[in-house]
């Protein structure tokens, strides 16, 4: 029984979209009201996931960054890069979410868990992630939707109000602010359009900000 979803093609639209049910869904609930910056664990604890930090061994192709074992609804992020321990472990932990919802088959995981419960094995491989840098295919799926979940646009429509985007400090205060890493930062207010950076500088240039 495969419970990976087959690779598609996901729009931005669709991907955030994803991220922006979550969040309303937990708005729903009181002890899960989102609040920014956001725990990514208390997000997998609402969809009924468990977060780990643990020793990932590596294996033939080398370091695992993190993994889903999706018959035990378990994310485990590899205690040993140090890079993991800062905003980057939320974007992480987020990144995995991402994995969970547009690329597994939840129904069918629940099916396999019943099973299992009942004795029959069903042997599930886990799914591995290896780096969130140059992302590819369902790997650049999983960070689009972290960004949005830890970056929804109407939160930094509230964050950057009286804030000069073209400022490099006032970027790191809303980074800080959110608890995520200044390079994600920049790429979501880049892929919102709503800065760009002058090729071969650090020079930014604010653009007109888009509305939902």
């Given amino acids: 029984m495969s419970i990976f979803k087959p690779f598609r093609f996901i729009s931005k639209h669709a991907i955030e979209c994803e991220a922006l049910n979550i969040l309303e869904s937990m708005k729903a609930c009181p002890n899960y009201a989102p609040k920014f910056p956001l725990d990514a664990s208390r997000v997998a604890e609402f969809l009924e996931l468990d977060v780990v930090w643990d020793d990932i061994p590596n294996d033939e192709e080398g370091l695992i960054a993190a993994r889903i074992l999706p018959l035990e609804r378990l994310i485990e ?5 140090p890079q993991l321990h800062n905003g980057l472990g939320e ?9 969970w919802i547009l690329h597994i088959n939840v129904p ?21 992630c290896r780096s969130i840098e140059n992302l590819h295919g369902i790997e650049w799926q999983a960070q ?14 509230e964050v950057q109000q009286h804030k000069d985007l073209t400022q490099w ?44």
């Fill in 169 to 212: 400090r006032n970027l790191y205060d809303i980074a800080e602010q959110l608890g995520v890493t200044i390079s994600n930062l920049v790429h979501r207010l880049k892929d919102l359009n709503w800065i760009e950076i002058v090729e071969d500088s650090r020079q930014i240039k604010q653009k007109a900000l888009e509305r939902i």
């Fill in 77 to 81: 992020i590899n205690e040993n890069i």
């Fill in 108 to 128: 069918k995981v629940d099916r396999a868990i019943a099973l299992t419960q009942k004795g029959i094995t069903i042997p599930v491989e886990p799914l591995l």
């Fill in 144 to 157: 689009y939707f972290a960004s949005c979940l830890l970056m929804p646009r109407y939160i930094l429509q």
């Fill in 91 to 99: 974007s992480t932990i987020a990144h995995e979410i991402g994995h």
